[in-house]
């Protein structure tokens, strides 16, 4: 069994920063990329950063120059720094792994619970 569990959401005004973290337990044999997304009421889920197991990164053209994905493969945990926060920010955001629980198994996709972020105007 394997568990993402999230946190570092809240409300905050726009232009603060929040720091979301992600921490995965459970049976991992291998981690690779791991990433956040988020989905605002109305709208579909969406990329919003990913990292590869090696740190290479990419990013939503709306969140460049303002997030940082970064990840710690000794506590299993990806992290998304976003500063200068914007109301259109505002949505749940969800910590995603591919992860292979058992060396004969392939990877598989897992998601977090989810944690809302509120940036107010």
């Known amino acids: 069994q394997v568990q993402l569990v999230e946190s570092g959401g809240g409300l905050v005004q726009a232009g603060g920063s929040l720091r979301l973290s992600c921490a995965a337990s459970?049976?991992?044999?291998?981690?690779?990329?791991m990433g956040w997304y988020r989905q605002a009421p109305g709208k579909q889920r969406e990329l919003v950063a990913r990292?590869?197991?090696?740190?290479?990164?990419n990013y939503a053209d709306s969140v460049k120059g303002r997030f940082t994905i970064s990840r710690d493969n000794a506590k299993i945990t990806v992290y998304l720094k976003m500063n200068t926060l914007k109301p259109e920010d505002t949505a749940v955001y969800y910590c995603?792994?591919?992860?292979?629980?058992?060396?004969?198994?392939?990877?598989?996709?897992?998601w977090g619970q989810g944690t809302q972020v509120t940036v107010s105007s």
């Open positions: 995603n792994a591919a992860i292979s629980p058992f060396s004969y198994s392939g990877d598989r996709a897992y």
């Open positions: 459970g049976n991992i044999f291998r981690l690779n990329a």
């Open positions: 990292i590869t197991s090696t740190g290479d990164t």
